[in-house]
């Protein structure tokens, strides 16, 4: 996999700078060491996803595969990382940065799928932004607690009182939007601020001391709304369930080309689960980007009237 992140370096440079906010891992060195008695060992230093002050209460390595991909573990808890037949939330989105979403990952996945990788994940962890966690001010009642999410120029969120007039939700001020509704996602993103209407809430978050506000970009502290689907006794209807949540998004394990090994392993699965070809994760990138990009766009639907 060395040789495979040098080949794929200088496009992968590009492709960084190229789009500011691309969800695919961030490698920041590739190193050698040689101990003074010993064998030589390379090490690749990559950024953190969830390097953040919020708890990740929930995490997610989606493929848009199906075999084997569940969890076998009985305890479930927020340091268990959970796969694609374990989902049961769908995640609802600010229109425009549901586009934007949608977009970088078709980008990214097209630029895995140039170079022949297959393989890899969705990478998903997401913050409950439980009740208890909310500093509520005198002056708030209990019925306006964030539900929804409001998008604001930095012009409009200056004016006096602006915030008021939004108090049922949290409010986006992004930067480098205007007044006149100009609010595309893209680079000015970085640096959005996620907050609660100052007449309302003191703090966003008791787990962001002192501030109150988180930077928002593409893949880091999204706000959105999460539908939990909880299945019942056969007959009976399932349970659904909304919660405010913050997401963490990348894409990840993006050195696996389809080589002989895989193609072999597609072979050998094929022939041993008895199971449509098409529902192993090693396929060839052609089809694996089009599945990958369908089963992302399941995950996040569209907001319906109701949401």
């Known amino acids: 996999m060395m040789q495979v992140l040098l080949r794929m370096l200088p496009y992968y440079y590009r492709h960084v700078h190229a ?8 490698f920041f060195g590739l190193h050698r060491v040689r101990p003074s008695s010993g064998q030589k060992f390379r090490f690749v230093v990559m950024g953190n996803m969830f390097c953040t002050e919020l708890r990740i209460h929930r995490r997610f390595d989606l493929k ?22 374990d989902l049961n939330y769908s995640f609802y989105l600010e229109p425009s940065w549901r586009d934007a979403l949608l977009k970088q990952i078709e ?25 208890q966690n909310l500093q509520i001010g005198s002056s708030c009642p209990e019925s306006i607690l964030p539900d929804k999410l409001t998008v604001l ?11 008021y ?26 640096g959005s601020r996620l907050r609660a209407p100052s007449g309302c809430f003191e703090e966003v978050d008791l787990l962001l001391p002192g501030t109150g506000r988180l930077p928002i970009q593409l893949g880091v502290n999204m706000p959105a709304r999460a539908e939990k689907e909880e299945k019942q006794e056969e007959g009976s209807k399932s349970l ?12 990840i394990d993006i050195l696996q080309k389809y080589n002989m090994t895989k193609k072999i392993e597609h072979a050998y699965k094929s022939i041993k689960y008895k199971y449509n070809p098409l529902s192993i994760s090693a396929v060839e990138p052609q089809f694996y980007s089009e599945r990958f990009l369908k089963f992302v766009g399941t995950a996040f639907p569209q907001n319906s009237s109701n949401q």
Do not use: W
């Not at 001020?173 to 205007?178: H, I, L, N, T, Y």
């Open 19 to 26: 789009y500011e906010n691309t969800l695919v891992t961030k």
């Open 240 to 251: 659904h369930h909304m919660y405010d949540v913050v997401l963490y998004i990348g894409i």
């Open 64 to 85: 848009g595969s199906s075999l084997g991909r569940s969890t076998e573990k009985i305890k479930i808890d927020e340091n268990t990382t959970l796969k694609d037949l």
């Open 165 to 190: 007039n939004y108090r049922d939700g949290l409010i986006l001020v992004q930067r480098g939007s205007d007044k006149n509704g100009s609010d595309a996602v893209g680079p000015h993103i970085r």
């Open 153 to 163: 120029s930095e012009a409009d969120a200056a004016e006096k009182d602006s915030a």
């Open 107 to 131: 980008i990214d996945s097209e630029f895995l799928r140039n170079h022949s990788i297959m393989d890899y994940s969705l990478l998903l962890g997401f913050h409950y932004r439980a009740r």
